[in-house]
């Protein structure tokens, strides 16, 4: 059974940091995209970040290119998101995600976790 779990998520204040993991099982993750996506009260669900198999090139959403840092440690299947300069709306769920569906690593995926909630204060 595939299952993503995520982790770290808590309430901080803007301007400081967090780190999110998300471990991974049920299947070989080592080659495939993995990817963090936010959901925000009352809107839709956003991309985040995304890294390859090799944990290179990652892909970074223009609102938290230079504040969040994606990782990978492919032979534990964990993937990690690193929050820096925390802002209020940055406050969301956080969901990682499995093997992109499509072309691009912005879209949808085929494994999903249930979310760690983020909360950033003023």
């Known amino acids: 059974q595939v299952r993503l779990v995520e982790s770290g998520g808590n309430l901080v204040q803007a301007g400081g940091s967090l780190r999110l993991s998300c471990a991974a099982s049920g299947r070989d993750f080592s080659r495939v995209i993995m990817a963090w996506f936010r959901r925000a009260p009352g809107k839709e669900r956003e991309f985040v970040a995304a890294?390859?198999?090799?944990?290179?090139?990652?892909l970074y959403a223009a609102s938290v290119k230079d504040r969040f840092t994606i990782s990978r440690d492919s032979a534990e299947y964990t993937t990690y998101l690193q929050m820096n300069s925390l802002k209020p709306e940055d406050t969301a769920l956080y969901y990682c995600?499995?093997?992109?569906?499509?072309?691009?690593?912005?879209?949808?995926?085929?494994?999903w976790g249930r979310g760690t909630q983020v909360t950033v204060s003023s």
């Open positions: 890294i390859d198999g090799n944990g290179t090139s990652p």
């Open positions: 995600a499995a093997q992109s569906l499509g072309s691009t690593p912005t879209g949808n995926y085929h494994y």
